[in-house]
């Protein structure tokens, strides 16, 4: 239809249909759709990202208040309030290219931490109960970690410079705020308390059926193996938890 380097446009399908003289009805089919599209999109980044905040707001590494749901509906009201006002605040003063190559480097970023995450967890913690396993381990994470880099590598230099600057923003609101308030720092147990009140409740159902019955013998098996696979994981959760006490307390400590 069109040489591809003559699609470096906005709408680069409707371009190609009004190069061809494609019928009107056409284009504005393809028209309504990537508008659908571009919808969806949208509703399912400030469907994630509302509880994405209610979550960190729990945790105590943004404000409170925007841990605050509807009282009937229990959603997370303020965190869609705030995400949908700064949303709509940042698309309107910025150009939509630098968000797009922002948004982008965002992402390949989060795909280079998952890809070093996983290589580490199963080279420190090889025998924690894993529902699922990537396979042709190491090689995997090798080359998410390589095509990520390459993707990074790719974008403009001022793609670079507005991303430290979003870094350099996050860290300073990590270290004078959220590293306080943190409930890891405020509360060191409670996510301890909280993994094994859920561990006892869950023992406790899975004792009976749904009549109220006692559970069989092979029932029993099933679920004195999924104490132990829960066991394994509060051990590990445990060994995270100190560990991460120990390095807060050296940060802490004054130096001399």
């Not at 280079?112 to 990537?134: D, E, H, I």
Request: hydrophobic share 50%; proline share 6%; with cysteine.
């Amino acid at each position: 239809m069109m040489h591809y380097t003559e699609l470096n446009v906005d709408d680069p399908v409707i371009e190609a249909l009004v190069h061809v003289r494609a019928p009107f009805l056409l284009r504005a089919l393809v028209d309504v759709g990537a508008i659908a599209g571009l919808t969806s999109v949208c509703l399912m980044a400030f469907l994630a990202m509302p509880r994405l905040l209610l979550t960190l707001a729990k945790d105590g590494l943004i404000s409170p208040a925007l841990s605050r749901v509807h009282v009937r509906w229990h959603t997370p009201v303020a965190a869609t309030v705030c995400s949908g006002v700064v949303g709509a605040a940042v698309a309107g003063v910025f150009p939509l290219d630098m968000l797009g190559e922002l948004i982008s480097f965002g992402t390949l970023v989060a795909f280079l931490c998952v890809c070093v995450s996983m290589w580490r967890l199963r080279c420190t913690a090889p025998n924690f109960p894993r529902p699922f396993k990537a396979p042709l381990f190491p090689f995997t994470p090798a080359l998410g970690i390589l095509f990520n880099t390459v993707q990074l590598l790719a974008l403009p230099p001022s793609t670079w410079r507005n991303y430290s600057v979003v870094v350099v923003i996050a860290f300073c609101w990590y270290f004078f705020y959220s590293r306080h308030h943190s409930t890891l720092q405020v509360h060191p147990s409670s996510a301890l308390h909280r993994t094994d009140h859920a561990l006892s409740v869950g023992v406790a159902a899975a004792a009976v059926d749904e009549e109220g019955n006692a559970v069989g013998e092979e029932d029993e098996a099933d679920m004195l193996a999924e104490m132990e696979k829960a066991d394994r994981r509060l051990t590990c959760i445990e060994e995270d938890s100190r560990m991460t006490h120990a390095t807060l307390r050296e940060d802490d400590m004054p130096l001399h």
